[in-house]
Protein backbone atom coordinates (compact mmCIF):
# COMPACT_ATOMS: atom_id res chain seq x y z
CA UNK A 1 0.00 0.00 0.00
CA UNK A 2 2.44 2.37 0.82
CA UNK A 3 4.53 1.59 -2.71
CA UNK A 4 1.45 2.37 -4.47
CA UNK A 5 0.74 5.29 -2.64
CA UNK A 6 4.16 6.97 -3.07
CA UNK A 7 3.61 5.74 -6.72
CA UNK A 8 0.07 7.84 -6.84
CA UNK A 9 2.22 10.79 -5.35
CA UNK A 10 5.12 10.40 -7.62
CA UNK A 11 2.33 10.22 -10.93
CA UNK A 12 0.91 13.06 -9.59
CA UNK A 13 3.92 15.40 -8.89
CA UNK A 14 4.69 14.95 -12.53
CA UNK A 15 1.84 15.82 -13.61
CA UNK A 16 1.41 18.88 -11.53
CA UNK A 17 5.14 19.37 -13.12
CA UNK A 18 3.84 18.95 -16.98
CA UNK A 19 0.84 21.25 -15.91
CA UNK A 20 3.16 24.23 -14.41
CA UNK A 21 5.67 23.57 -17.62
CA UNK A 22 2.81 23.71 -20.53
CA UNK A 23 1.50 26.86 -18.14
CA UNK A 24 4.76 28.41 -18.09
CA UNK A 25 5.16 28.08 -22.29
CA UNK A 26 2.11 29.03 -22.85
CA UNK A 27 2.76 32.49 -21.05
CA UNK A 28 6.20 32.79 -22.52
CA UNK A 29 5.24 31.87 -25.74
CA UNK A 30 5.16 34.55 -29.10
CA UNK A 31 1.63 34.89 -30.38
CA UNK A 32 2.12 35.39 -34.57
CA UNK A 33 1.01 39.04 -34.13
CA UNK A 34 4.53 39.43 -31.81
CA UNK A 35 6.56 36.99 -34.22
CA UNK A 36 5.36 39.67 -36.96
CA UNK A 37 6.95 42.38 -35.43
CA UNK A 38 10.31 41.27 -34.52
CA UNK A 39 9.95 40.23 -38.53
CA UNK A 40 8.71 43.56 -39.71
CA UNK A 41 11.88 45.02 -37.36
CA UNK A 42 14.46 42.65 -38.68
CA UNK A 43 12.98 43.42 -42.00
CA UNK A 44 13.34 47.33 -41.69
CA UNK A 45 17.16 46.64 -40.25
CA UNK A 46 17.81 44.24 -43.48
CA UNK A 47 16.22 47.58 -45.58
CA UNK A 48 18.61 49.92 -43.51
CA UNK A 49 21.58 47.98 -44.00
CA UNK A 50 20.98 47.59 -47.28
CA UNK A 51 21.00 51.52 -48.08
CA UNK A 52 23.53 52.72 -45.37
CA UNK A 53 25.70 49.43 -47.26
CA UNK A 54 25.06 51.71 -50.96
CA UNK A 55 25.64 54.67 -49.43
CA UNK A 56 28.81 53.84 -48.77
CA UNK A 57 29.86 52.20 -51.63
CA UNK A 58 28.90 54.54 -53.63
CA UNK A 59 29.17 57.64 -52.42
CA UNK A 60 26.70 61.12 -52.18
CA UNK A 61 26.36 61.66 -56.09
CA UNK A 62 26.30 57.99 -57.38
CA UNK A 63 24.19 56.85 -54.02
CA UNK A 64 21.50 59.92 -55.64
CA UNK A 65 20.91 57.63 -58.64
CA UNK A 66 20.39 54.61 -56.38
CA UNK A 67 18.18 56.59 -54.13
CA UNK A 68 15.87 57.30 -57.45
CA UNK A 69 15.47 53.60 -57.81
CA UNK A 70 15.10 52.92 -54.20
CA UNK A 71 12.27 55.67 -53.99
CA UNK A 72 10.24 54.18 -56.85
CA UNK A 73 10.43 50.80 -54.98
CA UNK A 74 8.50 53.13 -52.25
CA UNK A 75 6.47 54.07 -54.76
CA UNK A 76 5.61 50.79 -56.10
CA UNK A 77 5.23 49.27 -52.56
CA UNK A 78 2.01 52.26 -51.92
CA UNK A 79 0.43 51.28 -55.50
CA UNK A 80 0.50 47.36 -54.60
CA UNK A 81 -0.73 48.54 -50.85
CA UNK A 82 -3.88 48.82 -52.28
CA UNK A 83 -4.43 45.47 -53.54
CA UNK A 84 -2.63 44.12 -50.62
CA UNK A 85 -5.38 46.36 -48.10
CA UNK A 86 -8.40 45.15 -50.09
CA UNK A 87 -7.80 41.38 -49.74
CA UNK A 88 -6.97 41.61 -46.15
CA UNK A 89 -10.15 43.90 -45.32
CA UNK A 90 -12.77 41.81 -46.98
CA UNK A 91 -11.69 38.32 -46.74
CA UNK A 92 -13.06 38.78 -43.19
CA UNK A 93 -16.46 38.17 -44.60
CA UNK A 94 -15.65 35.51 -46.86
CA UNK A 95 -16.22 32.27 -46.68
CA UNK A 96 -13.02 29.98 -48.37
CA UNK A 97 -14.80 29.42 -51.31
CA UNK A 98 -15.89 32.81 -51.93
CA UNK A 99 -12.46 34.45 -50.80
CA UNK A 100 -10.65 31.96 -53.78
CA UNK A 101 -13.25 33.09 -56.10
CA UNK A 102 -12.89 36.81 -54.93
CA UNK A 103 -9.06 36.93 -54.73
CA UNK A 104 -8.38 35.36 -58.20
CA UNK A 105 -10.16 38.42 -59.62
CA UNK A 106 -8.39 40.64 -57.78
CA UNK A 107 -5.19 38.54 -58.82
CA UNK A 108 -6.17 39.45 -62.17
CA UNK A 109 -6.56 43.32 -61.96
CA UNK A 110 -3.37 43.34 -60.19
CA UNK A 111 -1.29 41.62 -63.00
CA UNK A 112 -3.00 44.23 -65.29
CA UNK A 113 -2.56 46.82 -63.64
CA UNK A 114 1.34 45.53 -63.10
CA UNK A 115 2.29 45.16 -66.89
CA UNK A 116 0.61 48.49 -67.46
CA UNK A 117 2.98 50.58 -65.17
CA UNK A 118 5.57 48.24 -66.02
CA UNK A 119 5.33 49.22 -69.57
CA UNK A 120 4.85 52.72 -69.26
CA UNK A 121 8.12 52.96 -67.32
CA UNK A 122 9.94 51.17 -69.88
CA UNK A 123 8.51 53.44 -72.77
CA UNK A 124 9.81 56.41 -70.97
CA UNK A 125 12.52 55.12 -69.52
CA UNK A 126 14.36 58.24 -71.45
CA UNK A 127 12.11 60.43 -70.11
CA UNK A 128 12.61 59.27 -66.49
CA UNK A 129 16.64 59.59 -66.93
CA UNK A 130 15.91 63.70 -67.90
CA UNK A 131 14.14 64.32 -64.98
CA UNK A 132 15.88 62.86 -62.72
CA UNK A 133 19.44 63.45 -64.18
CA UNK A 134 20.24 60.16 -63.68
CA UNK A 135 23.31 57.99 -65.70
CA UNK A 136 21.29 55.74 -67.17
CA UNK A 137 17.95 54.93 -68.90
CA UNK A 138 18.58 51.10 -68.61
CA UNK A 139 17.81 50.90 -64.86
CA UNK A 140 14.01 51.81 -65.01
CA UNK A 141 13.42 49.34 -68.15
CA UNK A 142 15.01 46.50 -65.35
CA UNK A 143 12.92 47.91 -62.91
CA UNK A 144 9.65 47.57 -65.10
CA UNK A 145 10.09 44.08 -66.01
CA UNK A 146 9.72 43.25 -61.91
CA UNK A 147 6.55 45.66 -61.71
CA UNK A 148 4.08 42.85 -62.45
CA UNK A 149 5.76 40.70 -60.23
CA UNK A 150 5.20 43.37 -57.24
CA UNK A 151 1.52 43.23 -57.64
CA UNK A 152 0.99 39.86 -57.45
CA UNK A 153 3.50 39.76 -54.30
CA UNK A 154 1.03 42.32 -53.00
CA UNK A 155 -2.33 40.14 -53.41
CA UNK A 156 -0.42 37.22 -51.86
CA UNK A 157 0.55 39.58 -48.33
CA UNK A 158 -3.23 40.34 -48.13
CA UNK A 159 -4.11 36.85 -48.09
CA UNK A 160 -2.26 36.36 -45.25
CA UNK A 161 -2.50 39.40 -43.55
CA UNK A 162 -6.63 39.17 -43.86
CA UNK A 163 -6.23 35.54 -42.27
CA UNK A 164 -4.09 36.86 -39.95
CA UNK A 165 -1.40 34.26 -41.30
CA UNK A 166 1.42 36.37 -39.77
CA UNK A 167 3.92 33.69 -40.00
CA UNK A 168 3.82 33.49 -44.12
CA UNK A 169 3.40 36.88 -43.87
CA UNK A 170 6.76 37.46 -42.12
CA UNK A 171 8.58 34.91 -44.58
CA UNK A 172 7.37 36.76 -47.99
CA UNK A 173 9.09 39.69 -45.93
CA UNK A 174 11.78 38.17 -45.09
CA UNK A 175 12.72 36.47 -48.25
CA UNK A 176 11.93 39.73 -50.50
CA UNK A 177 14.51 41.61 -47.91
CA UNK A 178 16.83 39.29 -47.92
CA UNK A 179 17.65 37.92 -51.36
CA UNK A 180 17.72 41.42 -52.46
CA UNK A 181 20.72 42.47 -50.13
CA UNK A 182 22.68 39.10 -51.34
CA UNK A 183 21.78 39.57 -54.85
CA UNK A 184 22.53 43.52 -55.02
CA UNK A 185 25.96 43.20 -52.73
CA UNK A 186 26.95 40.20 -54.63
CA UNK A 187 27.19 41.72 -57.80
CA UNK A 188 28.66 44.72 -56.51
CA UNK A 189 31.34 42.59 -54.60
CA UNK A 190 31.49 39.64 -57.14
CA UNK A 191 31.83 41.81 -60.21
CA UNK A 192 33.22 45.23 -59.17
CA UNK A 193 30.00 46.66 -60.53
CA UNK A 194 28.85 49.89 -59.30
CA UNK A 195 25.96 51.02 -61.98
CA UNK A 196 22.66 51.48 -60.85
CA UNK A 197 21.72 48.43 -63.35
CA UNK A 198 23.13 46.29 -60.83
CA UNK A 199 20.91 47.72 -58.24
CA UNK A 200 17.84 47.46 -60.51
CA UNK A 201 18.40 43.83 -61.30
CA UNK A 202 18.92 43.31 -57.79
CA UNK A 203 15.32 44.75 -56.89
CA UNK A 204 13.49 43.01 -59.38
CA UNK A 205 15.46 39.41 -58.46
CA UNK A 206 14.09 40.28 -54.69
CA UNK A 207 10.45 40.69 -55.93
CA UNK A 208 10.76 36.92 -57.38
CA UNK A 209 11.82 36.17 -54.23
CA UNK A 210 9.35 37.70 -52.13
CA UNK A 211 6.26 35.29 -53.70
CA UNK A 212 7.36 32.97 -51.39
CA UNK A 213 5.55 31.17 -49.75
CA UNK A 214 2.61 31.54 -52.47
CA UNK A 215 -1.13 30.72 -52.26
CA UNK A 216 -1.70 28.91 -56.07
CA UNK A 217 -4.89 27.29 -54.76
CA UNK A 218 -6.55 30.80 -55.02
CA UNK A 219 -5.39 31.57 -58.37
CA UNK A 220 -8.11 29.29 -59.89
CA UNK A 221 -10.14 30.80 -63.27
CA UNK A 222 -12.85 28.41 -62.54
CA UNK A 223 -13.87 29.47 -59.22
CA UNK A 224 -15.73 32.04 -60.21
CA UNK A 225 -16.67 35.00 -58.25
CA UNK A 226 -20.26 35.91 -57.68
CA UNK A 227 -21.08 39.51 -55.73
CA UNK A 228 -23.77 40.76 -54.43
CA UNK A 229 -24.45 44.42 -55.81
CA UNK A 230 -23.67 46.57 -52.17
CA UNK A 231 -20.92 44.09 -52.13
CA UNK A 232 -19.00 44.92 -55.55
CA UNK A 233 -20.01 48.61 -54.40
CA UNK A 234 -18.21 48.41 -51.16
CA UNK A 235 -15.36 46.38 -52.96
CA UNK A 236 -14.93 48.97 -55.20
CA UNK A 237 -15.62 51.84 -53.14
CA UNK A 238 -12.90 51.04 -50.75
CA UNK A 239 -10.39 50.12 -53.24
CA UNK A 240 -10.66 53.78 -54.89
CA UNK A 241 -10.57 55.36 -51.90
CA UNK A 242 -7.39 53.01 -50.68
CA UNK A 243 -5.93 53.93 -53.98
CA UNK A 244 -6.65 57.43 -53.38
CA UNK A 245 -4.81 57.67 -49.97
CA UNK A 246 -1.66 55.51 -51.15
CA UNK A 247 -1.20 58.31 -53.51
CA UNK A 248 -1.31 60.63 -51.10
CA UNK A 249 1.38 58.52 -49.09
CA UNK A 250 3.68 58.58 -52.47
CA UNK A 251 3.31 62.41 -52.65
CA UNK A 252 4.32 63.04 -48.85
CA UNK A 253 6.79 60.49 -48.94
CA UNK A 254 8.41 60.34 -51.76
CA UNK A 255 8.01 63.75 -53.75
CA UNK A 256 10.66 65.41 -51.28
CA UNK A 257 13.69 62.74 -52.29
CA UNK A 258 12.28 62.96 -56.42
CA UNK A 259 11.99 66.99 -56.56
CA UNK A 260 15.13 67.58 -54.75
CA UNK A 261 16.82 65.35 -56.88
CA UNK A 262 14.92 67.36 -60.00
CA UNK A 263 16.25 70.49 -58.48
CA UNK A 264 19.57 70.23 -57.14
CA UNK A 265 23.03 68.99 -58.02
CA UNK A 266 23.78 65.08 -57.63
CA UNK A 267 26.03 65.80 -54.71
CA UNK A 268 23.21 67.87 -52.69
CA UNK A 269 20.79 64.90 -53.80
CA UNK A 270 22.58 62.40 -52.31
CA UNK A 271 23.00 64.33 -49.22
CA UNK A 272 19.45 64.60 -48.75
CA UNK A 273 18.53 61.00 -49.66
CA UNK A 274 20.79 59.65 -46.37
CA UNK A 275 18.86 62.47 -44.82
CA UNK A 276 15.50 60.95 -45.66
CA UNK A 277 16.30 57.74 -45.25
CA UNK A 278 17.96 57.66 -41.56
CA UNK A 279 14.89 60.37 -40.99
CA UNK A 280 12.04 57.91 -42.25
CA UNK A 281 12.80 54.97 -39.58
CA UNK A 282 10.41 55.89 -37.29
CA UNK A 283 8.01 55.46 -40.52
CA UNK A 284 8.67 52.33 -41.67
CA UNK A 285 8.70 51.07 -37.94
CA UNK A 286 4.87 52.39 -38.00
CA UNK A 287 4.14 49.96 -40.69
CA UNK A 288 4.34 46.88 -38.61
CA UNK A 289 1.37 48.42 -36.26
CA UNK A 290 -0.60 49.24 -39.54
CA UNK A 291 -0.90 45.79 -40.46
CA UNK A 292 -1.64 44.51 -36.93
CA UNK A 293 -4.37 47.56 -37.01
CA UNK A 294 -6.27 47.42 -39.85
CA UNK A 295 -7.94 43.85 -39.84
CA UNK A 296 -8.16 43.90 -35.81
CA UNK A 297 -10.61 47.28 -36.16
CA UNK A 298 -12.40 45.26 -39.39
CA UNK A 299 -12.67 42.10 -36.66
CA UNK A 300 -13.76 44.64 -33.39
CA UNK A 301 -15.87 46.48 -35.60
CA UNK A 302 -17.74 43.19 -37.50
CA UNK A 303 -18.34 41.89 -34.07
CA UNK A 304 -19.71 45.57 -32.91
CA UNK A 305 -17.15 46.05 -30.19
CA UNK A 306 -14.93 49.47 -29.43
CA UNK A 307 -12.51 50.04 -31.54
CA UNK A 308 -11.17 53.07 -30.09
CA UNK A 309 -8.63 51.58 -27.33
CA UNK A 310 -6.70 49.72 -30.60
CA UNK A 311 -6.27 53.28 -31.84
CA UNK A 312 -4.87 54.61 -28.99
CA UNK A 313 -2.89 51.87 -28.05
CA UNK A 314 -1.25 51.94 -31.73
CA UNK A 315 -0.96 55.68 -31.43
CA UNK A 316 1.23 55.46 -27.98
CA UNK A 317 3.45 53.19 -29.82
CA UNK A 318 4.15 55.34 -32.78
CA UNK A 319 4.45 58.65 -30.74
CA UNK A 320 6.68 57.05 -28.57
CA UNK A 321 8.95 55.99 -31.12
CA UNK A 322 9.07 58.84 -32.90
CA UNK A 323 9.94 60.81 -30.01
CA UNK A 324 12.75 58.70 -28.90
CA UNK A 325 14.09 58.67 -32.85
CA UNK A 326 14.06 62.55 -32.76
CA UNK A 327 15.69 62.88 -29.38
CA UNK A 328 18.47 60.73 -30.48
CA UNK A 329 19.05 62.53 -34.03
CA UNK A 330 18.75 66.03 -31.66
CA UNK A 331 21.27 64.95 -29.45
CA UNK A 332 23.30 62.85 -31.13
CA UNK A 333 23.28 63.93 -35.09
CA UNK A 334 27.01 63.73 -36.22
CA UNK A 335 27.35 60.37 -34.48
CA UNK A 336 24.23 58.88 -36.04
CA UNK A 337 25.51 60.55 -39.45
CA UNK A 338 29.34 58.92 -39.41
CA UNK A 339 27.93 55.56 -38.01
CA UNK A 340 25.22 55.00 -40.74
CA UNK A 341 27.23 56.86 -43.75
CA UNK A 342 30.13 58.04 -42.60
CA UNK A 343 31.67 61.38 -42.76
CA UNK A 344 31.23 62.29 -46.52
CA UNK A 345 27.38 63.33 -45.51
CA UNK A 346 27.96 64.51 -42.32
CA UNK A 347 26.98 67.72 -43.43
CA UNK A 348 23.32 66.44 -43.16
CA UNK A 349 23.64 66.65 -39.46
CA UNK A 350 21.75 70.16 -38.26
CA UNK A 351 19.05 68.76 -40.12
CA UNK A 352 18.54 65.18 -39.28
CA UNK A 353 16.30 65.89 -36.27
CA UNK A 354 13.61 67.79 -37.79
CA UNK A 355 13.53 65.49 -40.82
CA UNK A 356 12.64 63.17 -38.28
CA UNK A 357 10.06 64.99 -36.61
CA UNK A 358 8.68 65.75 -39.95
CA UNK A 359 8.14 61.93 -40.59
CA UNK A 360 7.23 61.35 -36.90
CA UNK A 361 4.38 63.67 -37.15
CA UNK A 362 2.86 61.78 -40.15
CA UNK A 363 3.72 58.84 -39.14
CA UNK A 364 0.98 59.68 -35.99
CA UNK A 365 -1.11 60.74 -38.50
CA UNK A 366 -1.25 57.89 -40.60
CA UNK A 367 -2.59 55.69 -37.85
CA UNK A 368 -5.50 57.95 -37.54
CA UNK A 369 -6.15 57.65 -41.33
CA UNK A 370 -5.25 54.31 -41.54
CA UNK A 371 -7.93 53.73 -38.33
CA UNK A 372 -11.33 55.63 -40.18
CA UNK A 373 -10.42 53.85 -43.25
CA UNK A 374 -10.85 50.75 -41.42
CA UNK A 375 -14.38 52.06 -40.38
CA UNK A 376 -15.15 53.19 -43.97
CA UNK A 377 -14.46 56.44 -42.89
CA UNK A 378 -12.82 58.83 -46.01
CA UNK A 379 -12.17 62.47 -44.65
CA UNK A 380 -9.45 61.93 -43.06
CA UNK A 381 -7.98 60.51 -46.40
CA UNK A 382 -9.00 63.66 -47.79
CA UNK A 383 -7.28 65.55 -45.27
CA UNK A 384 -3.48 63.39 -46.16
CA UNK A 385 -4.77 63.82 -49.86
CA UNK A 386 -5.01 67.55 -49.62
CA UNK A 387 -1.72 68.06 -47.37
CA UNK A 388 0.21 66.00 -49.26
CA UNK A 389 -0.41 67.95 -52.56
CA UNK A 390 0.28 71.10 -50.69
CA UNK A 391 3.68 69.90 -49.46
CA UNK A 392 5.23 69.08 -52.83
CA UNK A 393 3.53 72.55 -53.92
CA UNK A 394 5.45 74.70 -51.12
CA UNK A 395 8.63 72.38 -52.20
CA UNK A 396 8.56 73.61 -56.26
CA UNK A 397 8.14 76.90 -55.24
CA UNK A 398 10.22 77.27 -51.57
CA UNK A 399 13.21 75.18 -52.49
CA UNK A 400 16.39 77.89 -52.38
CA UNK A 401 18.02 75.15 -49.28
CA UNK A 402 17.80 71.80 -48.23
CA UNK A 403 16.99 73.12 -44.92
CA UNK A 404 14.06 74.90 -46.17
CA UNK A 405 12.84 71.70 -48.18
CA UNK A 406 12.71 70.13 -44.55
CA UNK A 407 11.65 73.25 -42.81
CA UNK A 408 8.10 73.32 -45.55
CA UNK A 409 7.92 69.48 -44.66
CA UNK A 410 7.64 70.55 -40.50
CA UNK A 411 4.84 73.10 -40.95
CA UNK A 412 3.02 70.39 -43.41
CA UNK A 413 2.97 67.54 -41.03
CA UNK A 414 1.93 69.49 -37.86
CA UNK A 415 -1.01 70.92 -39.63
CA UNK A 416 -2.14 67.20 -40.70
CA UNK A 417 -2.03 66.02 -37.68
CA UNK A 418 -3.91 68.71 -35.99
CA UNK A 419 -6.58 68.56 -38.71
CA UNK A 420 -6.58 64.70 -37.89
CA UNK A 421 -6.68 64.80 -34.04
CA UNK A 422 -9.56 67.87 -34.06
CA UNK A 423 -11.93 65.22 -36.93
CA UNK A 424 -11.36 62.62 -34.24
CA UNK A 425 -12.52 64.52 -31.64
CA UNK A 426 -15.65 65.87 -33.42
CA UNK A 427 -16.25 62.53 -34.66
CA UNK A 428 -15.75 61.12 -31.13
CA UNK A 429 -18.62 63.83 -29.72
CA UNK A 430 -20.63 63.63 -32.49
CA UNK A 431 -21.14 59.59 -31.82
CA UNK A 432 -21.55 59.95 -28.10
CA UNK A 433 -24.52 62.66 -28.66
CA UNK A 434 -26.11 59.86 -31.34
CA UNK A 435 -25.81 57.25 -28.54
CA UNK A 436 -26.89 59.46 -25.44
CA UNK A 437 -29.82 61.07 -28.25
CA UNK A 438 -31.00 57.51 -28.98
CA UNK A 439 -30.63 56.01 -24.80
CA UNK A 440 -33.26 59.31 -24.36
CA UNK A 441 -35.64 58.30 -26.94
CA UNK A 442 -35.29 55.04 -25.75
CA UNK A 443 -36.20 55.79 -22.25
CA UNK A 444 -38.98 57.97 -23.58
CA UNK A 445 -40.54 55.23 -25.41
CA UNK A 446 -40.23 53.08 -22.47
CA UNK A 447 -42.08 55.40 -20.21
CA UNK A 448 -44.83 55.77 -22.22
CA UNK A 449 -45.31 52.27 -22.75
CA UNK A 450 -45.52 51.89 -19.28
Not at 406 to 424: A, E, G, K, W
Amino acid sequence: MLTIAKRLLFENNKTLKRMYLGSFLKRNHFSQEQLFILSVLIVNAGNYLYNIILGRLLGPEHFADAAVLITFLLILSFVGMSFQLVIAKFSVFFDNNSLMGFTSKVYKHALMVGISIGALIMIFSKQLQEIFNTASSSMFVVFGIGVPFYFLMSVNRGVFQGKKAFKNLSITYQTEMLSRLIITLGLIFLFNIQSPLVIAIGIVLSFVFGLIPFKFEYINVKTPYVSQENQSKLVRNFFIITAFYEFTQIIINNSDILLVKHYFEPYEAGLYASLALIGRVVYFTSWMFVMLLLPTVVQLKKEGKVTAPILFKYVGYIASIALFIVLCCSLFPETVITLLFGKSYILMAPLLWKYALATGLFAVSNIFAYYYLSLDRYMPVVFSGFFGMLQMGLIIFFHESLEEVVHVQIITMILLLVFQINYFVVDTITQLTKVKCSAEQDWEWHNEFI
